[in-house]
């Protein structure tokens, strides 16, 4: 099958599979998702899926669709206020667990056979609490680098140990959380391949090899259009930096450095 025609088919399966509730994910971010959801699918048959950050259930999606997802964990805090590592706090209207639970009813009738619901941060559940273990987890909660490290870690200890996959949502923005993880991994000797898909997902398997799959390779290969296209969210901070005052700022700052090494 020629690319454009293969590309075009995922695309409108994206369309489908998140058409009825509203997510905070890019279209290459569904893309990725499903491609995910699929090649885990191939790896394991059924399998248990647990998310960190539901809103209204958008992301949920894919995996209510898929009779191959034999249960749903959802966490969300829901807040009335979050901090966010942009600077500024986010709230988000009528965010409810109730909410989310009908729309995600209207979408599959019998979801509560399925669907696992706790309005906490992850890090005060017990891991003892999460049992089936999931396969496959999508961390999208408090976009910090200490919410993203402490989500990332819970996952870890919640994880089936037999083999999954982690996905974190926005790594353009919580990046160093991320690299703290990815250093404390490496340093205690945990296995594990992490790797960026777009827009800005950032994906890590432990024990459970997906990036050989046929619908993971040619996103892999690409990695182009995740790299450029984090950047280009950020690039919000380099026109900052080239007005008013940070570029008269930095300018002081190199004239005063220049000065005192005199
Ligand atoms: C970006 S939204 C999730 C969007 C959703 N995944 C989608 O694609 O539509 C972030 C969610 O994280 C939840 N949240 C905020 N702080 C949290 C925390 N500490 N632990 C868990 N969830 C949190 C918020 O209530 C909000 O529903």
Redesign the pocket.
């Known amino acids: 099958m020629p690319r454009n025609v293969e590309a075009k088919s995922v695309e409108s399966d994206a369309d489908v599979t998140f058409a009825a ?5 890019t279209m290459n ?1 569904r893309r990725s998702l499903i491609a995910v959801r699929n090649s885990v699918r191939r790896a394991v048959g059924e399998y248990t899926y647990l ?10 999606q894919p995996f209510v669709l898929d009779p191959s997802c034999k249960l749903m964990w959802s ?5 009335a206020v ?1 901090p966010d590592a942009r600077g500024s706090r ?1 709230e ?1 209207a009528d ?1 409810s667990t109730a909410r989310m639970v009908a729309l995600l009813t209207a979408l599959d009738p019998a979801i509560g056979d399925r669907l696992r619901w706790i309005d ?4 005060d559940i017990p891991a003892s609490t999460i049992n089936p273990a999931p396969k496959l987890m ?1 961390v ?4 910090t680098d200490r ?1 993203v490290y ?2 990332g870690e819970f996952c870890r200890r919640v994880m089936d140990p037999a083999g999954s996959v982690l996905v974190f ?2 790594a353009q923005i919580v990046y160093l959380g991320l690299r703290q993880l990815f250093l404390d991994w490496e340093a205690a000797g945990v296995p594990f391949t992490a790797y960026h898909l777009p827009d800005v997902l950032m994906v890590v398997e432990f024990g459970l090899a997906i990036h050989d799959d046929a619908e993971i390779r040619p996103l892999l290969l690409n990695n182009h259009v995740g790299y450029l296209t984090s950047l280009f969210v950020n690039d919000v901070y380099r026109h900052v930096a080239n007005r008013f005052p940070a570029k008269q700022y930095w300018a002081l700052r190199k004239t005063a450095k220049r000065w005192l090494r005199r």
């Open positions: 509730i509203e997510s905070q994910t971010d998310e960190i950050g539901s809103h209204l259930g958008g992301s949920l966490i969300d805090k829901r807040p979050m986010f988000y965010n906490s941060d992850a890090a999508f999208d909660g408090e976009h919410a402490s989500d949502h926005d």
